[in-house]
């Protein structure tokens, strides 16, 4: 085969694919604009098909669908399953979602370290809500050990992703805190960054 038929079958599997993307984001983007209007059947049609197919963002909000029952039954175990789907798909909002499912005992069991594994998997994805709960959930010891210099870290790195501040969210957990436990935090934090 010459170089121009494998450019020919390179450039046509590329458009193929590039195609059936933009034709997944098309439906995703129709059921959003249908959700944002209350249209939940619509949302359900066009986002089921790419849920099937693997799609996470479209695994993530049929989770929503089924968790506040617009257009289909309420059914927590459909919930959990497709925000499930999405986490292990390394979807960090679906990851923050199905911790904070653990945390609370909604539609699974209350499992603290459950949560901690799945809020702080979304954390690292760089999901700022994430960062914020993993940080709290240090500092308390919540499904973790409590290390406050890890507390610290997350808490001022939510406030870093949401362009705050540094210290914004953890003034009272500062004073909480030795040198070297400050120092440690910021040695984190540079670490998690890098």
Not at 4 to 29: D, G, M, P, Q, R
């Amino acid at each position: 085969m010459d170089r121009l038929h494998k450019y020919i079958i390179t450039f046509t599997l590329t458009f193929y694919i590039v195609s059936l993307e933009s034709i997944a984001w098309a439906n995703f983007n129709t059921g959003l604009e249908a959700y944002q209007k209350g249209d939940y059947k619509t949302a359900y049609s066009e986002w089921l098909p790419e849920a099937e197919k693997g799609d996470p963002y479209a695994q993530h909000m049929m989770g929503f669908l089924y968790a506040s029952g617009r257009a289909v039954e309420l059914k927590p175990e459909q919930t959990v399953l497709w925000w499930r789907k999405a986490a292990h798909q390394g979807f960090a909002p679906a990851q923050y979602t199905l911790g904070s499912l653990y945390r609370q005992g909604l539609g699974v069991p209350h499992d603290p370290q459950k949560a901690a594994k799945w809020i702080e998997r979304a954390a690292d994805a760089g999901y700022p809500d994430a960062q914020y709960d993993i940080g709290v959930m240090y500092a308390t010891g919540e499904g973790v050990t409590k290390d406050l210099s890890t507390a610290y870290m997350w808490v001022d790195q939510a406030a870093d992703t949401k362009g705050l501040g540094p210290g914004t969210f953890w003034k009272n957990l500062d004073k909480l805190l030795t040198p070297a436990q400050r120092l440690e935090a910021e040695h984190l934090k540079k670490a998690w960054s890098e």
